[in-house]
C-alpha cells in the first residue's frame, strides 16, 4: 500500500504510539496516508479506538513476527 | 359556548402529533450535540512519585490526542510533577507490597527474580529509596515507556491545561517560580469544582 510519511513506533509502549501517531498526521494533508509499525501488542486495540474518537480513517492493520502495521488515512 | 369543544379538539390533536414527534426529535437533537461537543476530562494528580507520576500524565496526553479538552489540578504531593526538575522523583518500595522489586539486568533468569527485601531491611539501609528509584528508571528504559519528563511535554504540547493548588502552595512553602511556567493558573477547589462540573470524565489520582 502506498504511504505518504512514515512512523516507527517500534520499541515504544502505551501511550507513545498513539501520541506519535497523532503528532504524525496533524502535520499531514486530509486524504494522506499514515504508516505506523510498532511492536506495542496493545496498540491494536488502541489504533482501532483512535480511529474511531478521531475520525481518522484505519485503512488496515498487519502483523507479521511480532511487529504491527497499521495504515491511517487521515481525516 | 361553541368554540369550547374545538379547542379542546385542537388540544387532543396537538398533543397527540407531540407525542408522536417528540421523542424522535429530542433523540435526533441529543444526538447532534453530543456529536459536536468536544469531549473533555479533569484529572485531580494527588501524587509526587516516580510511579504515581505516570496516570495523569498518560491520560492526559492520551485524552489530548483523541482531540479532547483536558486539565489537570495538581494538588498536595502532586505539585511535585510541576516542578521545573523532574527527573529526580523517587519511588517507594518500603510499605508498598503490591511493587515487584526485579532487576532491570543481567539474564532473563535473573531479571524474573522478585527480591523479596523485607521492610525491616528496606527502611535500614541508607539510600535504599534511591537505589529501587534508579532501578525503576532503568526498568522504564528497558521497556519503551515514556520518560516523566517527556510525557509532560507532550501534554504541554497538545494543549494540557496544568492547574496549581493555590492552598498547596502556600501550605509546603513554595513560590510560583519553582514551577514550570507553562501553569498560568493557581486557584482553589471552589474554581476547580464547576470545572469538574462540566467535564465528561474527572478522575482522582
Not at chain 2, 74 to 95: E, H, M, N
Not at chain 2, 161 to 171: A, E, H
Request: glycine share 6%; aromatic share 10%.
Amino acid at each position: 500500500m502506498n504511504f505518504d510519511k512514515d512512523l516507527d513506533a517500534r520499541g515504544l509502549n502505551c501511550p507513545l504510539p498513539i501520541l506519535r501517531a497523532k503528532k504524525a498526521l496533524s502535520e499531514m494533508q486530509s486524504g494522506q496516508v499514515l504508516r505506523i509499525v510498532s511492536t506495542d501488542v496493545g496498540s491494536v486495540k488502541d489504533f482501532q479506538a483512535f480511529c474511531k474518537q478521531t475520525g481518522n480513517e484505519l485503512l488496515s492493520q498487519t502483523e507479521a513476527s511480532n511487529e504491527y502495521t497499521f495504515f491511517l488515512k487521515r481525516k | 359556548m361553541g368554540a369550547t369543544p374545538d379547542v379542546a379538539l385542537i388540544e387532543q390533536i396537538v398533543r397527540q402529533r407531540l407525542d408522536e414527534i417528540l421523542p424522535q426529535k429530542i433523540e435526533e437533537k441529543l444526538a447532534e450535540m453530543k456529536a459536536n461537543k468536544t469531549p473533555s476530562m479533569t484529572i485531580i494528580a494527588t501524587k509526587g512519585t516516580l510511579d504515581w507520576a505516570y496516570p495523569p500524565f498518560i491520560l492526559a496526553s492520551t485524552a489530548a490526542a483523541l482531540g479532547w479538552n483536558v486539565a489537570i489540578f495538581f494538588t498536595f504531593y502532586g505539585l511535585q510533577l510541576l516542578k521545573k526538575d523532574i527527573s529526580d522523583l523517587k519511588i517507594s518500595p518500603l510499605g508498598n507490597p503490591g511493587m515487584p522489586m526485579k532487576m532491570p539486568f543481567g539474564p532473563d533468569w535473573f531479571k524474573g527474580i522478585n527480591w523479596n527485601i523485607p521492610n525491616l531491611v528496606q527502611a535500614g539501609i541508607p539510600g535504599f529509596e534511591s537505589f529501587a528509584s534508579t532501578l525503576m528508571r532503568q526498568t522504564i528504559k528497558n521497556n519503551g515507556v515514556a520518560d516523566i519528563s517527556e510525557l509532560r511535554s507532550l501534554c504541554l504540547e497538545a494543549g494540557v491545561n496544568m492547574i496549581g493548588c493555590q492552598m498547596t502552595v502556600d501550605l509546603f512553602g513554595f513560590t510560583h517560580e519553582d514551577f514550570i511556567p507553562e501553569v498560568k493558573e493557581y486557584c482553589g477547589a471552589a474554581s476547580f469544582l464547576p470545572m469538574a462540573q462540566e467535564a465528561d470524565v474527572t478522575l482522582f489520582v
